[in-house]
Each structure stands twice: as structure tokens, then as C-alpha cells.
């Protein structure tokens, strides 16, 4: 049966549009539906306006220690004005994408769509209904929002980054990294900044250094911590949001940010209805190529509830495309990917926790704690910690974590040793370049401690 394309793409975020280009230029027919703006979370409102937000908000960290290199400053901060910067900045990068996706020759509709069978999807708006051989979900995820009296009161990221004006305190619910580079933003922009989170220790799945230093610098920047908490229910008090807290303690806030994780985009998408398995989450199951439970539907990105990261999200795009429309089955390796969190000081890792790699054998571990350089003349005490991980006497490097300035620069050159299956005396071949906070990963001398049969020795 001829259909109208070659694949029918859901959602033009980072792994839609990346799999649509690709297919195109592999000489398919191939349409791209968005129903809200082409770029999807990370362009739009994830990744790239977040770090604009990080940037504007390290400004006061400078201008606090500008005085000791000599500077005299007087700074203010207008939101709107880096609101309308920032959104002329994705407005740009939005147009780039969608040049991109035409001159790949890939159609571009601007709607919403529903999934009608194995090969067939609806266009919400008019009831068109267009046919292809495969069908990509790339639907990404949205905010979760915790079902509790007054939530509407609440904002999440997708608000944040239009917020009329800047709240003159704020409570974040939530222990990832979107609470916690949120926290990092408003309190650089002088919001009275709380973080509210029901576990023990904020970023669960860190390795335990980086969660208790970034906790502790955060606080030192003025962000205040209540942990085995939620947020019971939201009330309006005046101008103010009033919340009541798990443990029976009211308090008033200028405003409330739900960072509660997210939840993949699935929920009235047709996919059930024509076969597709979901897991017990939501998010629609795959195999290593991406392929659904319907031969003819694949899904990459969030809403595989995989690794929610954009370079993820592209690379299993691209691997589709490949597999499906170049006979080259190929399939992302999950294993070893690194992550950051942008608030500040910055947390950067890959590989292995020390809780981790002690439980899979003996190892060793150097670490590093020092004033990164620019804080040197400043009454500034925030600490960088760099930490390796190695099998023990010098064997393969397990894992490599950052706290402090341009930690996720380091981690991204580092992820290349690790996945070549680098030794300790890999790094140790490398000159050190000085000054600079990373030569501290090619000059580590006797490990700071080391685990023999699971124990600390
Ligand atoms: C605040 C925030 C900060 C982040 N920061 C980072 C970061 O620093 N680094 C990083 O790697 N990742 C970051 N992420 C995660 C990153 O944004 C996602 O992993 C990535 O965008 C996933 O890409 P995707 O293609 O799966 O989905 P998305 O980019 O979410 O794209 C999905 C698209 O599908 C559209 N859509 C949904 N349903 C339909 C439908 N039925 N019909 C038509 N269109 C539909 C949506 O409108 C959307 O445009 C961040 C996320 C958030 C929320």
C-alpha cells in the first residue's frame, strides 16, 4: 500500500528533529508535526534558556568578588530585560532548526498528532489523516505536577522562563537538577531562595561528595535546604502564596516552583489503542533500536523514559534513522554518559560513584579539594573538589567527578579516556597544563583512600 511518506515524525524536539534530517537525507519522504514550537524542551524551555538564566545570575558572584581585583562596581538587574534577550536568542535558534529541517527537504506541520494505527496518524485541528511506512514518537515529557490543593498556584520550568517579574522569595519542591539550577538562578538574581525536598540529600545518584559540597556552597550563596518535606497545599494570601508544609509548618512565599520530575508525553497519543506498550511510568517501550511494541512504530528521546538528556535524545534519533532507512542496525550505548547539573558552583560526572565502584571490587580514590584560583584574592571560601576513582594499583578509571567552576567542560573531555578504557597511568602520561584546575586529574601521586573487600582502608 503506497503511503503519503516514508516516516511520519511525532514532536520536533532534539531526537525528532535529529532522526527526521537524517532520514530525509537518506532520501526518504518525511513530515515533522509540532504542536508548539520547533526546537522542542531543551531550545525552548530547557537547556539553552536555563544556562542563559545560569549566566546572568554568576553575575553577582563576580561583582562580589570583583573588589579584590581592584574593581569598584555598582550593578542592578532588570529581569525583563534578559527575558527579552533570552527570547530573541531561541527565537534565532528556532528559525536555525527550522531551516535546517526544510532544507533537508522534511515537511513541517504545525499541529498536534494523534496515533491512529501502526502506519496512520490524525492532524488534530482539521482531522487530516496521513499515512507512513514508520511512525517516530519523539513526544518528549512535560512537568509533573503533584496533585495537592492549590497547585495551580505554582509555576514549573516552562514558566519560569516567562515569569512577569522576579518573586521576592521563592520555594523550589524538588531534589534533581532542575530545582537545583533554578534554586542557583534565583538566588544569584537576589530571590530569597528555598529548596523543598521529601528525601535526605539533594541529587539522588551522585556520588556523595558532590551532593554534600554543592549542598554546602549553595547554602554559603544564601539557599536555604528543608529536607523529608513536601509541600501538603497552596493558598492565597494577599500578594503572597501561602503554603503548608508536610510537618504542619505554614510560611508565605512570593512564589512557588514545582521541579518535581517529569513524565513522558504519551497520555491521549493513540499509541495504546494501536498496540504500542507502555511501561508502568507512561513512557513507551523499546528495544535497543528503539522499536516499539508495532514493528512499523519507534520512539527515542524522553518519552522512552531512557536518559532524559538532549545528546541522548539526538543520538537515538540519528541510530533510528540509520537502522531503519540505511540497513545498519545500530543501537545507543546507555552506559556511560555524562551528566551536569549547571547550578553554582557546577557539578559535573561520569562513570561511576565511590559508593558504587566499591561494591564491584577493590578500588582507589584521589581527591582533591582546593580554592579554584579566582576565589584566591576574595574572602570567598567556596572549594572546587575534583575526584578519580581508579580499580585499585593503578587500574581502569571507574569514574570522574567535579565540583566548581567549568566542571562540565572537564567531564566532557574526560568522558573520552573513560570510554576508551583509560588506566590511572593514562592520566598520569598527560602533561599537566598550568594553571588550571584540571591538571589536578594528571598529577594525583597516592590515592586519599582506598576500599579493599568493600571496606574504607
Ligand atoms: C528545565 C530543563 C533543563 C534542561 N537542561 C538540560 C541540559 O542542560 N542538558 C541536557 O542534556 N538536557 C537538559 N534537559 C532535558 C532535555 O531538554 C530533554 O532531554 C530533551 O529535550 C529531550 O528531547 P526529546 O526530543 O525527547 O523531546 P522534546 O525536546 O521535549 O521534544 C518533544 C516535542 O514534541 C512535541 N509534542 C508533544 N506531543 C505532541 C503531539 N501529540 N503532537 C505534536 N507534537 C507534540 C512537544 O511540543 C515538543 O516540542 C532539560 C530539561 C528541562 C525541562
Redesign the pocket.
Known amino acids: 500500500m503506497a503511503h503519503d511518506y516514508d516516516l511520519i515524525v511525532?514532536?520536533?524536539?532534539?531526537?525528532?528533529?535529529?532522526a527526521a534530517r537524517v532520514a530525509a537525507n537518506r532520501g526518504a519522504r518525511v513530515a515533522i508535526?509540532?504542536?508548539?514550537?520547533?526546537?522542542?524542551?531543551?531550545?525552548?524551555?530547557?537547556?539553552v534558556?536555563?544556562?542563559l538564566f545560569v549566566y546572568a545570575s554568576r553575575f553577582s558572584d563576580l561583582f562580589e568578588i570583583a573588589g579584590s581585583f581592584g574593581w569598584t562596581t555598582t550593578a542592578e538587574f532588570d529581569w525583563p530585560t534578559l527575558v527579552r534577550n533570552k527570547d530573541k536568542e531561541i527565537a534565532r535558534l528556532e528559525k536555525a532548526y527550522v531551516s535546517g529541517l526544510e532544507s533537508a527537504g522534511v515537511e513541517i506541520i504545525r499541529?498536534?498528532?494523534?496515533v491512529t494505527g501502526p502506519n496512520g496518524v490524525r492532524i488534530?485541528r482539521d482531522g487530516r489523516k496521513l499515512s507512513a511506512r514508520y511512525l517516530l514518537v519523539?513526544?518528549?515529557?512535560?512537568?509533573h505536577v503533584p496533585d495537592i490543593p492549590g497547585h495551580e498556584l505554582g509555576f514549573t520550568?516552562?514558566e519560569?522562563f516567562h515569569l512577569e517579574r522576579l518573586p521576592h522569595s521563592v520555594l523550589i519542591e524538588g531534589g534533581g537538577?532542575?530545582a537545583l539550577?533554578?534554586a542557583t538562578i534565583f538566588a544569584g538574581l537576589g530571590v530569597d531562595t528555598t529548596v523543598i525536598y521529601r528525601g535526605r540529600r539533594i541529587l539522588r545518584s551522585f556520588d556523595d561528595d558532590l551532593r554534600t559540597g554543592l549542598e554546602a556552597a549553595m547554602q554559603e550563596r544564601g539557599v536555604k535546604f528543608i529536607y523529608e518535606t513536601t509541600i501538603r497545599a497552596l493558598g492565597k494570601q494577599g500578594d503572597e502564596i501561602s503554603v503548608q508544609f508536610s510537618d504542619g509548618v505554614e510560611a508565605p512565599f512570593g512564589g512557588v516552583m514545582f521541579?518535581t520530575g517529569?513524565r513522558a508525553?504519551t497520555r491521549?497519543?493513540g499509541l495504546e489503542q494501536a498496540g504500542v506498550t507502555l511501561t508502568d511510568r507512561g513512557a513507551v517501550e523499546v528495544d535497543k533500536y528503539s522499536q516499539t511494541s508495532v514493528p512499523s512504530i519507534y520512539a527515542?528521546?524522553?518519552?522512552?523514559g531512557r536518559?532524559?538528556?538532549?545528546?541522548?535524545?539526538?543520538r537515538?534519533?540519528w541510530y533510528f534513522a540509520e537502522t531503519v532507512f540505511n540497513h545498519n542496525p545500530m543501537a545507543v550505548d546507555h552506559s556511560l554518559i555524562g551528566?551536569?547539573v549547571?547550578a553554582e558552583p557546577e557539578v559535573a560526572t561520569i562513570g561511576l560513584t565511590e559508593a558504587e565502584a566499591a561494591t564491584h571490587g577493590d578500588i582507589d580514590v584521589y581527591v582533591a579539594r582546593f580554592r579554584p584560583m579566582i576565589n584566591t584574592l576574595s574572602d570567598s571560601l567556596q572549594r572546587m573538589l575534583l575526584k578519580l576513582i581508579t580499580a585499585a594499583d593503578g587500574g581502569k578509571v571507574l569514574g570522574v567527578h567535579v565540583l566548581g567552576p567549568g566542571a562540565a567542560e572537564l567531564i566532557q573531555m574526560a568522558a573520552i579516556p573513560l570510554g576508551m578504557g583509560a588506566t590511572k597511568a593514562d592520566f598520569d602520561r598527560a602533561m599537566a597544563m598550568h594553571p588550571t584546575a584540571g591538571e589536578e586529574l594528571v598529577t594525583f601521586k597516592a590515592p586519599s583512600y582506598r576500599y579493599r573487600g568493600g571496606a574504607k582502608v
Not at 33 to 47: A, D, L, Q, S
Not at 111 to 114: E, I, L, N, P, T
Not at 307 to 314: F, G, K
Request: charged fraction near 20%; aromatic fraction near 6%; hydrophobic fraction near 35%.
Open positions: 511525532i514532536g520536533a524536539g532534539s531526537g525528532g528533529v535529529r508535526i509540532e504542536e508548539y514550537r520547533v526546537g522542542g524542551t531543551c531550545v525552548i524551555r530547557g537547556c534558556p536555563k544556562k499541529d498536534r498528532a494523534v488534530a519523539a513526544t518528549g515529557g512535560h512537568p520550568s516552562n519560569a537538577y532542575v539550577e533554578f521541579a517529569r508525553n491521549d497519543l527515542v528521546g524522553d518519552v522512552t536518559v532524559e538528556l538532549t545528546p541522548v535524545a539526538i537515538e534519533g551528566t551536569a549547571f
